[in-house]
């Protein structure tokens, strides 16, 4: 049996995390596994619980039926907000996923996920023989999840969270990455409460949009110029977009006009 664990910190709060790790659909593109419970009538979001059973396959089922090999699983540990655990029983091998989550500072969850294989059958030496590959394997899957945690967020939980309280600051998925939007009057209290340079460092953020900002307030600039530093880093274009005034006008005092890449 081969055992890896992994833990990250995403700038989400935990009911938000939960309920976008937990409100499935038929279809995740973050993974591309399409999923199909037990007592799925609907292509919409599945409630689901302990013990709910489900089968899952690569890519998109496009509305048929799985294959007879697809992959069986079943959810075998639920704590409400706190934890979620499955099972999938391959031909070989079981998998067990384990996902925790815990309360951080400044509104953040860390996330941390375990993984387990155990495989099913054969001699011990051939178990031993693959023991360490078995292990990096695992690691790699921990890593992963890892990884693609801040893109599980829902975009449209976040404009639940973010919107309905009449913020100046909303994120949501566009492609490959996030597009954080600056609305309204950006001020001071907003860029603190709102922790702007959490937002922008938690996910990959391929642009800002400023086509509805009014107001930005200095405190913003820091986030900014680090967010367009890291992008540099990473090979990508600090993009801003949206024609805007006052945004150029904020630049172009502070020197800062040949830092971002402008579209519209």
């Not at 495989?119 to 990884?147: C, F, I, N, W, Y």
């Amino acid at each position: 049996m081969a055992t890896a664990t992994g833990t990250r910190e995403i700038p989400f709060g935990r009911q938000l995390v939960w309920r976008s790790l937990t409100d499935l659909t038929s279809y995740c593109p973050v993974c591309d596994v399409s999923y199909v419970f037990d007592d799925d009538t609907s292509g919409g979001g599945q409630a689901i619980g302990l013990g709910s059973r489900f089968v899952c396959v690569p890519g998109r089922l496009e509305g048929g039926s799985p294959p007879p090999n697809a992959v069986g699983g079943e959810i075998v540990e639920w704590a409400e907000q706190r934890c979620i655990g499955s099972r999938l029983d391959l031909a070989s091998e079981i998998w067990q996923t384990r996902i925790e989550l815990g309360d951080e500072e400044r509104g953040s969850t860390r996330v941390t996920v375990t993984v387990t294989c155990e495989p099913k059958g054969g001699s011990r030496l051939r178990h031993s023989l693959q023991r360490r590959a078995m292990q990096r394997l695992v690691q790699h899957t921990v890593d992963s999840e890892l990884a693609k945690l801040p893109n599980h967020v829902s975009p449209v939980h976040l404009d639940e969270v973010v919107e309905e309280q009449g913020e100046a600051i909303v994120i949501e998925r566009e492609g490959n990455g996030w597009v954080l939007h600056l609305r309204g009057e950006v001020d001071a209290p907003a860029v603190r409460r709102l922790e702007l340079e959490r937002r922008l460092e938690g996910v990959t953020v391929v642009a800002v949009d400023v086509t509805r900002l009014t107001y930005l307030d200095s405190t913003a600039l820091l986030p900014l110029r680090r967010w367009a530093r890291a992008a540099s880093r990473a090979g990508r274009p600090a993009l801003v977009r949206g024609v805007n005034q006052e945004f150029d006008r904020m630049m172009g005092v502070m020197g800062m006009t040949s830092v971002f890449l402008r579209q519209g």
